[in-house]
């Protein structure tokens, strides 16, 4: 939705808490009207070769050795769960998105990689034991990350933990300007918005991480939720790979910082 051209605001599929289906029903009908054209948006799908080298870099040293059982949640179009599943994983995409989740099994097929899917709420997944539980640009959509966090944990009680997440808004210093410049630069451009429309402002007021992903707070909410070992990385190398191919005033507004949280 267009303060997903906040440029780390992309991903709300399964961004709603069991029990509430007003809001389930609400998101969901959001993100099934969105699935079609939500691969035209550059941060919505890798854009180049390189930025695709560099997402499998991630992957294959974030995750286990292959073969494992990865729970990608949220994982709508299939950003993180194709690559992992090329990689040889045995991947489960989860999502609140019948129509997400379509788009990511045409790819699949297309791709002729083998990738199960279920359609579930971000704190409802199978019970597992997974060996990897990932989610990439999720966390700010749900009412509570904790909670999502802390169910994951149970799914993989053994396993890993891989959250990736841009640093906007309010979650990094100078970025509010930047957002703001950006917009600017697609209403110049007469750039398509990244998204059919956005929110209702009640979905917004649920969501605790609403106005930006600080790093210090997701790493916060991992260790509260009983993960251990948690780390933090910036993704340098994926922010090189995007920006190198876009016109020059985008590279000159620089990257919406990119980093990894890890944990076990």
């Given amino acids: 939705m267009d303060p997903a051209t906040h440029d780390g605001r992309d991903r709300a599929e399964a961004g709603a808490p069991a029990g509430d289906e007003a809001l389930i029903d609400q998101v969901r009908r959001f993100w ?5 054209t939500y691969d035209h948006s550059a941060t919505h799908w890798p854009q180049s070769p390189a930025e695709e080298a560099a997402w499998t870099a991630l992957l294959r040293a974030a995750l286990p050795d292959p073969p494992a059982r990865v729970l990608d949640v949220g994982a709508g179009t299939g950003f993180l769960t194709l690559p992992a599943a090329s990689l040889g994983h045995e991947t489960l995409a989860l999502d609140l998105s019948p129509a997400m989740l379509g788009v990511l099994v045409r ?7 083998g990738v199960a899917t279920r359609v579930a709420v971000a704190d409802a997944p199978p019970p597992g034991p997974f060996d990897a539980v990932m989610c990439r640009h999720l966390l700010w959509t749900l009412p509570d990350p904790v909670a999502a966090l802390t169910a994951w944990r149970a799914a993989a009680p053994h396993g890993q933990l891989l959250v990736v997440e841009g640093a906007w808004g309010g979650g990094e210093p100078g ?20 998204h059919h429309g956005t929110y209702d402002p009640a979905v917004w007021e649920a969501l605790p991480l609403g106005d930006g992903t600080d790093p210090s707070v ?10 251990r070992d948690v780390a933090l990385s910036r993704l340098h190398d994926v922010e090189w790979a995007r920006l190198r191919p ?9 990257p919406v910082p990119q980093f990894a949280v890890r944990a076990r």
Avoid: F, I, S, T
Avoid at 32 to 36: K, S
């Fill in 32 to 36: 099934d009207a969105d699935a079609e």
């Fill in 107 to 113: 790819k699949a097929r297309a791709a002729q990689l």
């Fill in 175 to 194: 970025q509010a300007w930047r957002q703001q410049a950006r917009r600017a630069l697609r209403w110049v451009q007469r750039r398509r918005p990244a």
């Fill in 218 to 227: 997701l790493v916060e909410a991992v260790r509260r939720a009983g993960w």
């Fill in 246 to 254: 876009r016109p020059a005033p985008e590279r000159w507004l620089g």
